[in-house]
């Protein structure tokens, strides 16, 4: 799926789910994945999110951890029980090597702590879509 | 301060307590220096936060406040522990600047919230929720911007909302008519608190610009930098005298249009008070939508003041070089003139006709120019109003959101696909700030600093704080040497140049002239004016103005980095005036070295029971206490030159034992008579105890307190040497001497003039010479410490030689000239230190 970034392709692109309770995050990464030939959704409330990834099938989520309602560890386990491919990634601002470690065991393709670069996650998606890409040959 | 050394009392100690006392001391002043730099990585992070490169929320900016607080804390009970609580009040400015920052982090409006008036001299970009837009954009455009603006002053939120409450005018609004309104405010009474600092503003500006003006007053909503701002005609030319008055009809006007729904309800007011510019032409410039323009156009319309029927159009591209695409201009007489000075018919500098348009092109690109400087600020296009008096540049008056932007989204523009077409010239380094910008490339000297051209793109070798007025002209930046921490790099986040540190070859790769776009971002410069990837720059992931977590961001920024206490030897250097944290640290760091410059009035006495002799090959005798990982060998024993391991001793010992010191002395005397009578001289000195003749180094791994007694002068050398720049110092002084006092003057005047070429700030008093040298490369200091080492030996009884002015000179080159012939000249070398 990432031949079709950037490069114009009429292949599908890579669906991502963005959910974190601190707009910013949203508002900022959103236009970031476009630009890099990404479709992106939204979400800053766990719920909508959750009832969203019940609907339709995404390549990749992005996740804050620690959110009202639905935080991101209950997200990770729903993601993975319906769609075990789709990579996670958990972002947080409130990183401990307990979480890190709680995530990578629930199946987490990565954990990255916030402040990050822009640069950084979208290097995180690109090794989630080598991987699938691999993991599919 | 006191001096190692003065105190010739006998102070002996036989307790191992007192060497713990000075390990204790040495420790705290590590702790001290190691909090320093942990801080200075977190402040350096919430720096770079803000230039748009880092995606952080909430969370980031809550964490960081309480880490920098917590790490501020124990850097104040630190220096209060080695100085007997001797700045116990600096508790107090640390819980100020605490409460402060808590305030902005739960919305509050900072420490200015009280303040009724404020001149626009005092307006940053994060004061908007107080000041309002116009102010902090006019305050920008002087301040940052090199554009011209009006002077002037803002009631803020505080004034505005006390005048209401005073009079009870929220009330009063509900239960009367529209044309009631302008009764209601002409008829309630300005409390007395803010009719003082309205007229206390207003006597500034004054004062500033001259009696005679004639003032603007505007009533304006704080609705953040994004909002519709509602069109509310101010009140122009209004005598000083009915400043008062005109506020309260401004007011009026605005409450009107809140009452009438034109304004969003509960957007609070701000009046702002300008000068009144002379002008004879005004206009708007906007941004327009066209097809085939994928930036959309400016329009500028321009029509003699007064005659608003009168207006001509231009239509210029969004993209430098500001293309003219389409000009309406009216027809008019050839012999009369358009204004002042002024006819159609009049002479160009290149000897063409002006024509008859209102505007000429080199106008109309400055108003562009003005435009994209505004649109860079703030994040997103603005339409600016403007007029032209007498200066050949415009003079903007406001800025308001640009509203006719189609919106697409980034697919839609199709940024990376319109970019990819573009030859990248150059890539690579460190993101400093984020953006998009176009122009022609000019590489910043020496020479051109100050008439930097506007709208250019500088390119540079280094990242020197020097170029900051650069940055006030330049479009983007490109170093080839730099990093995202460091003066010019806040300067430019701060406003919000696209900028690029460690761009290898960038000089090479960007020549003279060459039209490029700068992607920080991306960090790349394409070849050309790239349109579509300019025009995607509203839909970019960017960090906007009037994002709350950047306002925010900003604000905590303005209690946390700012450094004012520059100058540790300013009689304004007190912990009265730490208004930050880096103030505060950097306050608590130089106490720290003060503190510890003492630590050899306590080592007198130690060094008899635990320092071992240094085998130098020189005539010194030198005894060394080591705190920890100064020396290899352990033990009674004399320690080698070669088992030193303190960084900074290591080179000044080197530099004692260098023959050009020690065997060619000026002196005609010999180094056998020197040191007998430096024994004698002490031995016969009353009161002076065993080890009075002996000199004591304390060292530890990164650093150095070097007593020296030569004779009659003594020699104090403080150092520490580590990898971190910004912490590594040295501090040298020098007192006394043998010889007359005339002698003793031209001794350290030599010293002076030597120290001062190795770029040490010296001042002199009487004949003690106090010289410091800060934020200095590792290899440096070595080269530095070495030379001090030389100087040390050089100088020994060289009063008794300096029996006319005319020796300075003659020893100051014979100095240089033995240092040279070791190579150790270091002039020239690229610099960067704040002494």
């Known amino acids: 799926m990432s031949d079709a970034i950037g490069s114009g392709s009429n292949t599908r692109k890579t669906q991502i789910l963005i959910l974190d309770d601190e707009p910013i995050v949203c508002k900022r990464l959103k236009p970031a994945f476009q630009k890099a030939g990404y479709e992106v959704e939204t979400f800053i409330d766990s719920a909508t999110a959750m009832a969203r990834i019940e609907e339709k099938r995404f390549d990749v989520v992005i996740t804050d951890l620690k959110m009202q309602g639905i935080d991101g560890m209950k997200l990770l386990d729903r993601v993975k029980e319906i769609a075990p491919s789709t990579g996670v990634i958990v972002i947080t601002g409130f990183a401990t090597p307990e979480t890190a470690k709680e995530s990578f065991h629930k199946g987490a393709f990565d954990f990255v702590a916030k402040p990050f670069k822009l640069s950084d996650i979208l290097d995180v998606v690109r090794k989630l879509e080598a991987r699938n890409k691999a993991g599919a040959a | ?835």
């Open chain 2, 1 to 835: 301060m006191r001096l190692p050394f003065f105190n010739f009392k006998p102070k002996r100690s036989n307790s191992p307590r007192e060497l713990e006392s000075v390990r204790s001391l040495f420790l705290k002043f590590q702790r001290i220096q190691k909090l320093n730099t942990k801080m200075l990585e977190l402040m350096a992070e919430m720096e770079r936060a803000l230039g748009g490169e880092y995606i952080f929320d909430r969370a980031f900016l809550e964490s960081s406040v309480r880490d920098l607080s917590g790490l501020t804390y124990q850097v104040v009970y630190s220096l209060n522990a080695m100085s007997h609580n001797a700045y116990v009040d600096l508790y107090d400015r640390f819980q100020s600047i605490k409460g402060t920052l808590e305030d902005i982090l739960h919305g509050g409006l900072g420490p200015f919230a009280a303040s009724l008036a404020l001149p626009f001299s005092s307006l940053g970009w994060e004061m908007e929720p107080l000041a309002g837009v116009l102010g902090v954009c006019l305050s920008a455009a002087r301040d940052q911007l090199d554009i011209l603006a009006p002077d002037g002053f803002v009631i803020t939120v505080t004034g505005c909302r006390g005048f209401f409450e005073a009079n009870g005018l929220d009330e009063k609004l509900k239960a009367c008519g529209p044309s009631e309104v302008e009764r209601l405010f002409r008829e309630a009474a300005i409390p007395t608190e803010l009719y003082e600092a309205v007229d206390r503003e207003l006597k500034a500006l004054l004062s500033r610009r001259g009696d005679s003006i004639r003032l603007t007053v505007r009533a304006c909503a704080a609705g953040g930098y994004g909002a519709a701002q509602p069109e509310i005609a101010g009140l122009a030319n209004v005598e000083p005298k009915g400043v008062h008055a005109a506020c309260k009809s401004a007011l009026a006007e605005y409450a009107a249009k809140a009452a009438a729904g034109e304004i969003v309800e509960g957007t609070l007011a701000v009046v702002a008070v300008h000068e009144t510019i002379a002008a004879h032409v005004a206009g708007v410039a906007e941004v327009q939508a066209r097809p085939g323009f994928p930036m959309g156009l400016f329009d500028i319309a321009a029509a003699p003041v007064g005659d608003p029927e009168k207006a001509e159009h231009f239509l210029l591209r969004r993209a430098y070089p500001f293309d003219l695409v389409e000009s309406e201009v009216l027809p008019k007489a050839v012999d009369k003139p358009l204004y002042p000075g002024v006819k159609p018919l009049s002479r160009g500098p290149s000897c063409l006709y002006r024509g008859s348009a209102l505007l000429g092109p080199r106008f109309l690109h400055a108003i562009a120019q003005c435009s994209v400087a505004f649109e860079r600020a703030l994040g997103y296009p603005q339409d600016l109003y403007w007029v032209r008096g007498d200066s050949d540049r415009p003079v903007i008056v406001d800025v308001r959101p640009a509203k006719l932007l189609v919106e697409e989204s980034p697919e839609e523009a199709g940024a990376d696909e319109g970019s990819s077409s573009f030859e990248i010239l150059a890539s690579g380094g460190e993101t400093v700030q984020t953006g998009v910008s176009a122009g022609r490339v000019v590489h910043a000297t020496d020479d051109n600093i100050e008439n930097f051209p506007y709208g250019a793109v500088a390119v540079s070798h280094l990242a020197a704080p020097r170029f900051s007025p650069v940055l006030r002209r330049a479009s983007a930046l490109v170093t080839e040497v730099g990093t995202a921490v460091g003066h010019l790099a806040t300067i430019a986040r701060e406003l919000r140049i696209p900028a690029i540190f460690g761009v290898k070859g960038a000089l090479e790769k960007l020549p003279e002239g060459v039209e490029v776009t700068v992607d920080a971002g991306e960090r790349k410069v394409l070849k050309g004016i790239a349109e579509p990837l300019l025009a995607s720059q509203p839909h970019d992931a960017e960090l906007h103005v009037g994002d709350p977590e950047y306002i925010t961001l900003r604000r905590l920024l303005r209690w946390i980095m700012p450094l004012q206490l520059v100058n540790a030897d300013a009689s304004d250097f007190s912990l009265e005036n730490c208004r930050t944290y880096h103030d505060i640290i950097h306050f608590a760091h130089e106490r720290s070295v003060e503190e510890l410059l003492h630590i050899q009035d306590a080592g007198r006495g130690l060094a008899s029971l635990y320092a071992r002799k240094l085998e130098l090959d020189a005539p010194i005798e030198l005894y060394v206490l080591d705190l920890g990982g100064g020396a290899r060998t352990a033990g009674d024993g004399a320690i080698p030159l070669e088992d030193v391991t303190s960084e900074p001793f290591l080179p000044f010992a080197r530099g004692l034992t260098l023959k050009s010191a020690w065997s060619e002395g000026p002196v005609a005397i010999s180094i056998k008579d020197i040191f007998s009578s430096i024994d004698r001289t002490f031995g016969t000195t009353p009161g002076q105890n065993e080890f009075a003749g002996r000199s004591h180094a304390i060292i530890a791994k990164n650093y150095m307190n070097v007593g020296l007694r030569l004779g009659y002068h003594f020699t104090v050398v403080d150092s520490y040497l580590g990898s971190n720049l910004n912490q590594n110092y040295i501090y040298f002084r020098f007192v006394g001497g043998f010889a007359d006092e005339r002698r003793r003057r031209r001794r350290v005047e030599f010293i002076r003039s030597i120290l001062e070429e190795m770029h040490f700030k010296v001042t002199l008093t009487g004949d003690l010479a106090v010289a410091k040298l800060k934020i200095v490369e590792k290899e440096e200091m070595v080269e530095m410490l070495t030379r001090l080492g030389e100087l040390t030996g050089f100088t020994r009884q060289l009063d008794v030689s300096m029996t006319s002015e005319e020796a300075i000179e003659r020893f100051t080159k014979l100095f240089r000239e033995r240092s040279a012939s070791r190579g150790a000249h270091s002039d020239g070398k690229e610099r960067s230190r704040g002494l």
